[in-house]
């Protein structure tokens, strides 16, 4: 059995990778341990930039049927509650520009949906017992209910959790700590006067206390942060179910007016803060909770793990293509540890904040917080800075400038974005209407930008989309990877570091009647 990209691990990282492989031309395998689709969720929040991320895989549309994009909470600070309401963002540059809630759950049914669709099933019960790196391909040893024999792949996809075989079988170390706090997570009923369609969030002395109605097998969802106990498991694991008097305890010790009548599902969960010390060891490749772990501060993991997906599943299907094999491979690590030990930092800080027991944060939260209440909704109401908050943890404004596979034109592109920058969205003028940027490239591929007086492109390719945008004066160009970052900019569309750097990603250029598809236009020309 052989494939171009085997995917050890079906959690949203995983099928987010091989969706995004296999739509850019690679044939892809998907394996993973557990027999049942179904387990809890830990994460329930996607950021703008994720979504900007999986709209070219076509499965944006089916996210937001399925989320809350106008939450409501009350924040409780003492005796106060203040409502907070956060339906729009001022964000003018993206087309997600609201908070997302939405179980992990349903991330996973979307995608494997979509998977299905393209004839990629995933293979439940399928156990890999073993990984080689070899020269030619790397080797997985499968096993378990549903699988047996050797996998081999051109490439492999490490997107199994926290005790990752495929990271332990590259070596690869695995850096940080343990946090001596655990969230606690149940699925309740509940009897009181809370408010329903309403996120209950309690920030006392002794952590954090959410409740709020994202229930998958009872109405409601409960988060809670404490000390860890004698019978706290290892990090990452589940534990045991969490006792109804304790559930009961922590709720009631937040001050909430209610009462858990009922435990459909509970657990405790100790958490740490660790990066591998590598994301690529030759064939072998880590992303989502393989690569890091981190605390559900601000909503990072499952987001961070579906930016490594978005930018390693293209360049691991293009790379047996492109000139510059090693460089596009790498570049993976070069681009996504850096920006992951920076989430890492900021969720560090966020959950000392949030849930430490230390004396400092105990006596912010419990005594500072609540003098500051009155001022929440002032706070609220100014708009930018909301919307600056909401950036930084959307990761808006990251990048990978510097990255071995950028490149630049002589004469170079004036302005912005820049080699590695984010495409911001904006609305142009293209094939004589105007349009979203972030509509023009919503597809798989390599998008191409034409400034107004730019020449036509004298090749094509079947990768490559080419959009003329009427309203960017100038003879330019920006290229834009498969996951929205710019990979080449040029002054003149001619230049021959254009063609170059398309032949570096696997994307090379043909001369037109060699490209074999029927050119079309739509505001732009895909060839």
Not at 110 to 136: I, N, P, Q, T, Y
Not at 345 to 366: D, P, Q, V
Not at 481 to 503: E, I, K, M, Q, Y
């Amino acid at each position: 059995m052989s494939t171009d990209v085997a995917v050890v691990g079906a959690g949203p990282v995983g099928l987010a990778l091989a969706l995004q492989a296999a739509d850019h031309g690679a044939a892809v395998r998907i394996v993973e341990r557990r027999t049942e689709r179904f387990r809890p969720s830990r994460a329930l929040m996607v950021h703008a930039r994720t979504l900007e991320l999986l709209r070219p895989l076509g499965v944006t549309a089916a996210l937001l049927d399925r989320a809350d994009t106008a939450p409501r909470a009350r924040l409780h600070l003492g005796a106060r509650a203040v409502p907070v309401e956060l339906a729009s963002l001022d964000l003018p540059d993206t087309a997600f520009p609201h908070l997302t809630l939405v179980r992990q759950m349903d991330v996973e049914t979307v995608l494997e949906e979509a998977l299905a669709a393209r004839g990629v099933r995933v293979e439940r019960g399928v156990e890999v017992r073993a990984v080689r790196d070899g020269r030619d391909t790397a080797v997985v040893e499968l096993g378990g209910p549903s699988g047996h024999g050797d996998l081999r792949a051109a490439a492999v996809a490490g997107c199994d959790g926290v005790d990752s075989t495929v990271r332990e079988a590259a070596g690869i170390g695995w850096r940080g700590g343990t946090y001596d706090r655990e969230v606690v997570l149940a699925d309740v009923d509940l009897d009181g006067d809370l408010e329903p369609g309403v996120a209950h969030v309690v920030a006392g002395r002794r952590g954090l206390v959410f409740v709020f109605a994202l229930g998958e097998r009872a109405p409601w969802r409960l988060l809670a942060t404490r000390p860890c106990s004698a019978t706290t498991p290892e990090p990452g694991r589940p534990g045991p179910p969490v006792p109804l008097p304790e559930l009961r305890r922590l709720l009631a010790d937040a001050g909430l007016a209610a009462r858990i009548t009922a435990v459909a599902w509970s657990s405790s969960i100790r958490l740490q803060h660790r990066t591998a010390t590598r994301f690529r060891r030759g064939r072998l490749f880590l992303a989502g909770d393989a690569a890091h772990a981190s605390s559900p501060a601000g909503g990072q993991g499952m987001n961070a793990g579906l930016h490594d997906a978005t930018n390693l599943g293209w360049k691991l299907a293009l790379a047996q293509a492109a000139t510059a094999s090693e460089s596009l491979l790498g570049s993976y690590d070069v681009e996504r540890r850096p920006a992951v030990e920076q989430v890492l930092a900021l969720t560090h800080l966020l959950f000392w904040a949030e849930s430490s027991t230390g004396r400092t944060a105990a006596l912010l939260r419990g005594r500072v917080a609540p003098l500051g209440a009155p001022l929440v909704p002032f706070l609220l109401r100014r708009r930018r800075l909301v919307a600056e908050g909401a950036r930084l943890l959307a990761r808006l404004d990251a990048g990978y400038r510097g990255s071995p596979v950028s490149a630049v034109g002589d004469p170079p592109r004036r302005g912005r974005p820049r080699p590695g920058d984010r495409l911001p969205d904006a609305t142009v003028v293209s094939g004589g209407r105007e349009v979203h940027l972030h509509a023009l490239i919503a597809r798989p591929g390599v998008h191409l930008l034409l400034d107004r007086d730019a020449p036509e492109p004298a090749w094509g390719s079947p990768l490559v989309h080419v959009h003329r945008v009427d309203s960017s004066p100038g003879t330019g160009a920006l290229a834009l990877r498969p996951d929205g970052h710019v990979g080449c900019s040029v002054g003149d569309a001619g230049d021959p570091a254009l063609t170059g750097w398309l032949r570096r990603i696997g994307a090379g250029p043909v001369t037109r009647p060699e490209v074999g598809m029927r050119e079309q236009r739509s505001g732009g020309e895909l060839i």
